[in-house]
């Protein structure tokens, strides 16, 4: 119940097209969800997040859907750029501070030039 | 603002012997979380800390690993006697009074 799941494993883009990752999770009791952007040898980045009181959240070219009632939630980078080549982790906690992000096993993205 | 510190970037051990890791949190961050991944694998949470308190540590191997977060200086991540399988990136995280957490560059062990 505390998984989260993600796909694809890896993602190959053109560029300019949009690259599209999906997440699900089981635990009710999640409420926020946040993406993280990891280049090769760096920490993981806090890319943008959500809270299951919108749909959509939209961040430049990034946006998170989220679907509640399927309990499931996706991040979209639209017109994507080579340099948007990386691992990208999805996660779930809830808000309270002592609860622990459970992490999701990361899409490798790669933009084609 | 200087974000989260780990040091040393890489550690070089043999099995056997002691590996330490440190992190600095953020500043006016008093929450810090440990992390390991394997290589192509997600990060799996290891120990949650506040001064001088672990709060969950459900992560954490029950031998050899071991966590602290002094009042004054870093978090310490101490691995006692280390097999090969601790071969991993180690990553710190810190936080505020929030939720939302910010990771250190990782301190990548090898175990020769």
């Known amino acids: 119940q505390q998984q989260v799941k993600q796909s694809p494993q890896s993602l190959i883009v053109q560029k300019g097209g949009i690259s599209i990752i999906n997440c699900a999770y089981e635990?009710?009791?999640?409420?926020?969800f946040p993406w993280y952007q990891q280049f090769p040898g760096k920490g993981p980045a806090l890319l943008i997040a959500?809270?299951?009181?919108?749909s959509e959240k939209k961040e430049g070219r990034f946006t998170i859907s989220f679907n509640k009632s399927a309990k499931q939630f996706s991040l979209h980078i639209m017109d994507s750029q080579p340099g948007d080549s990386a691992t990208y982790f999805c996660?779930?906690?809830?808000?309270?501070?002592?609860?622990?992000?459970?992490f999701g096993k990361g899409t490798r993205l790669h933009i084609l030039p | 603002n200087a974000g989260v510190m780990q040091n040393p970037r890489h550690l070089v051990r043999r099995r056997g012997q002691e590996a330490r890791l440190r992190c600095s949190p953020m500043?006016?961050?008093?929450?810090v979380y440990w992390y390991r991944q394997l290589p192509e694998e997600g990060l799996k949470f290891m120990v949650y800390?506040?001064?001088?308190?672990?709060?969950?540590e459900s992560g954490m191997p029950k031998e050899r690993f071991s966590a602290e977060f002094p009042k004054e200086g870093p978090s310490i991540l101490r691995i006692q006697q280390v097999v090969r399988g601790d071969s991993a990136a180690y990553f710190c995280?810190?936080?505020?009074?929030?939720?939302?957490?910010?990771f250190g560059p990782g301190t990548r062990l090898t175990v020769t």
């Open positions: 995280a810190s936080s505020q009074e929030t939720y939302e957490q910010y």
């Open positions: 635990n009710t009791a999640f409420d926020y």
């Open positions: 959500i809270r299951p009181d919108v």
């Open positions: 996660a779930a906690s809830s808000m309270n501070r002592d609860d622990k992000i459970i």
């Open positions: 500043k006016g961050h008093s929450h």
């Open positions: 800390l506040q001064k001088e308190n672990i709060i969950d």
